[in-house]
C-alpha cells in the first residue's frame, strides 16, 4: 500500500472509531454509510424504532467537520420547507431565496415515508442534480452532499411509500438490526449517565472527503469481475420472481460502491466478494416483486442472495 492509501486507511479507521464512540455493535452499518459518502451516494435506513437509525447518522454527522440539518418528515410538510423559498425583504424591496434544510452536507430525513409524494419528490432533484430549482433560479447545494433517509416498516398508518424513481436516487437501503446481548449490556452502562454524543468531535474534513472520493474513482476494476458484475445486474431483469429488474442506474451503484469497498480494505482493486457484499444494499430497494413471489413470501433482498449464491465468480487464472 502506498503512503497516500495508508493515510487514507488511517483516516477512514479514526473516523469509523469515532462512530463506534457512540453506536455500539454496528461498524459495518458505519461502513456502508461511509460508502456512500465515498461514492456522493444516499442512504435509505430502514429498521424498527428504537435501533439507533437517527443516532447513527447524527453521530457519523458529528464526526465530520461539515454542515448537518435534521428534518422531521410529516404528512404537513411542504416542498418549501424542504428546499426553501423566496421571502420578500420589505428592507431592499425585493425577493430573496432562503435556502432550506436541503443545503447542508449531511441532510437526516426522519421517516421520511409519512411525507407526501409531493414532498418527498422535492428532494429528487437534489438527490440526482446536487442543486435546487426555485421560481426558475437554480442554487447549488454544497459538496459533499448526502441523504440518510429513515422509515419505520412496522408503523404502515400515515405513511406513502416512497416511489420507485426515488427509491433509485437512494445508492443503498441498510438495516440496523437488535444488538447482542453482550452489545445491549454495554448500551446501557454507555448511555445511564448521559449522552457520549455531544462528546464527539470532528475528525475529518469536507477537504479529506474530496480527497478520498477521487481515490474510490481510481480503484481498479477488472474485466472478469465488471462481467461478473453487469451478469448479476442483467440476471435480474428475467428473474421469475421479478416484474421490476435492476436499471443501469443500479449497475452504476453497486460498480461505485465496490470500488468504496474496497478502499475501505485498505486495496486498490476491487474483488468479487465485494460485489457479493454489497449487491443486496445496492440492488434490492430497486426491485419489485411479482405477485407470485409475494404470495408465497419472498423478498426481493432473498431474489439477490441466490442470484449471488448461482452465479459463478470468476477465478483468477
Same mark, same amino acid.
Given at each position: 500500500?502506498?503512503?497516500?492509501?495508508?493515510d487514507t486507511?488511517?483516516?477512514?479507521e479514526?473516523?469509523?472509531?469515532?462512530v +463506534?464512540?457512540?453506536i &455500539?455493535g !454496528?461498524?459495518q452499518v /458505519?461502513?456502508? $454509510?461511509?460508502?456512500? #459518502?465515498?461514492?456522493e451516494?444516499h442512504?435509505?435506513?430502514? +429498521?424498527?424504532?428504537g &435501533?439507533? !437509525?437517527?443516532?447513527? /447518522?447524527?453521530? $457519523?454527522?458529528?464526526? #465530520?467537520?461539515c454542515?448537518?440539518?435534521r428534518?422531521?418528515?410529516t404528512?404537513?410538510?411542504?416542498?418549501?420547507?424542504?428546499?426553501?423559498?423566496h421571502?420578500?425583504?420589505?428592507?431592499n424591496?425585493?425577493f430573496?431565496?432562503?435556502?432550506?434544510?436541503?443545503?447542508?452536507?449531511?441532510?437526516?430525513?426522519?421517516?421520511?415515508?409519512?411525507a407526501?409524494p409531493?414532498t418527498q419528490s422535492a428532494?429528487?432533484e437534489?438527490?440526482e442534480?446536487?442543486?435546487?430549482?426555485?421560481d426558475?433560479?437554480t442554487?447549488?447545494?454544497?459538496r459533499?452532499f448526502?441523504v440518510a433517509?429513515?422509515q419505520n416498516?412496522v408503523e404502515?398508518e400515515g405513511?406513502?411509500p416512497?416511489?420507485?424513481?426515488?427509491?433509485?436516487?437512494?445508492l443503498?437501503?441498510?438495516?440496523?438490526?437488535?444488538?447482542?446481548?453482550?452489545?445491549?449490556?454495554?448500551?446501557?452502562?454507555?448511555?445511564?449517565?448521559?449522552?457520549?454524543?455531544?462528546?464527539?468531535?470532528?475528525v475529518?474534513s469536507?477537504?479529506?472527503?474530496?480527497?478520498?472520493r477521487?481515490?474510490?474513482?481510481?480503484?481498479?476494476?477488472?474485466d472478469?469481475?465488471?462481467a461478473?458484475?453487469?451478469?448479476?445486474?442483467r440476471?435480474?431483469?428475467?428473474?421469475?420472481?421479478l416484474?421490476l429488474?435492476a436499471?443501469?442506474r443500479?449497475?452504476?451503484a453497486?460498480?461505485r460502491?465496490?470500488?468504496?469497498?474496497a478502499?475501505l480494505?485498505?486495496?486498490?482493486?476491487?474483488?468479487?466478494?465485494?460485489?457479493?457484499?454489497?449487491?443486496?444494499?445496492?440492488?434490492?430497494?430497486?426491485?419489485?416483486?411479482s405477485?407470485?413471489?409475494r404470495l408465497?413470501?419472498?423478498?426481493?433482498d432473498?431474489?439477490?442472495r441466490?442470484?449471488?449464491?448461482?452465479?459463478?465468480?470468476?477465478v483468477?487464472g
Amino acid at each position: 500500500m502506498s503512503r497516500q492509501g495508508a493515510d487514507t486507511q488511517a483516516g477512514l479507521e479514526a473516523l469509523l472509531d469515532s462512530v +463506534d464512540s457512540v453506536i &455500539v455493535g !454496528k461498524r459495518q452499518v /458505519a461502513r456502508l $454509510l461511509l460508502v456512500a #459518502l465515498l461514492c456522493e451516494g444516499h442512504v435509505l435506513i430502514e +429498521d424498527v424504532p428504537g &435501533v439507533g !437509525k437517527t443516532l447513527m /447518522a447524527k453521530t $457519523l454527522a458529528a464526526s #465530520l467537520d461539515c454542515s448537518f440539518r435534521r428534518l422531521q418528515f410529516t404528512p404537513d410538510l411542504l416542498p418549501s420547507d424542504v428546499t426553501g423559498s423566496h421571502v420578500f425583504n420589505q428592507q431592499n424591496a425585493q425577493f430573496e431565496f432562503r435556502p432550506g434544510p436541503v443545503f447542508a452536507n449531511i441532510l437526516l430525513a426522519d421517516e421520511i415515508n409519512r411525507a407526501t409524494p409531493r414532498t418527498q419528490s422535492a428532494l429528487l432533484e437534489a438527490m440526482e442534480e446536487r442543486q435546487v430549482s426555485a421560481d426558475g433560479v437554480t442554487f447549488a447545494l454544497p459538496r459533499p452532499f448526502l441523504v440518510a433517509a429513515t422509515q419505520n416498516p412496522v408503523e404502515l398508518e400515515g405513511t406513502f411509500p416512497l416511489p420507485e424513481a426515488q427509491l433509485d436516487r437512494f445508492l443503498l437501503k441498510i438495516h440496523v438490526g437488535y444488538p447482542g446481548e453482550a452489545e445491549e449490556a454495554l448500551i446501557l452502562e454507555r448511555f445511564a449517565a448521559s449522552d457520549p454524543l455531544p462528546a464527539v468531535r470532528p475528525v475529518l474534513s469536507g477537504a479529506d472527503l474530496a480527497v478520498w472520493r477521487l481515490r474510490r474513482g481510481e480503484v481498479l476494476v477488472a474485466d472478469d469481475v465488471r462481467a461478473y458484475l453487469l451478469r448479476l445486474v442483467r440476471s435480474t431483469r428475467d428473474h421469475p420472481d421479478l416484474s421490476l429488474g435492476a436499471s443501469p442506474r443500479a449497475a452504476l451503484a453497486l460498480y461505485r460502491a465496490s470500488q468504496g469497498w474496497a478502499l475501505l480494505e485498505g486495496r486498490d482493486f476491487v474483488i468479487p466478494d465485494d460485489v457479493k457484499l454489497l449487491a443486496p444494499a445496492v440492488l434490492s430497494h430497486r426491485l419489485s416483486l411479482s405477485a407470485a413471489a409475494r404470495l408465497r413470501g419472498s423478498s426481493a433482498d432473498a431474489v439477490v442472495r441466490g442470484l449471488c449464491d448461482s452465479i459463478p465468480v470468476p477465478v483468477e487464472g
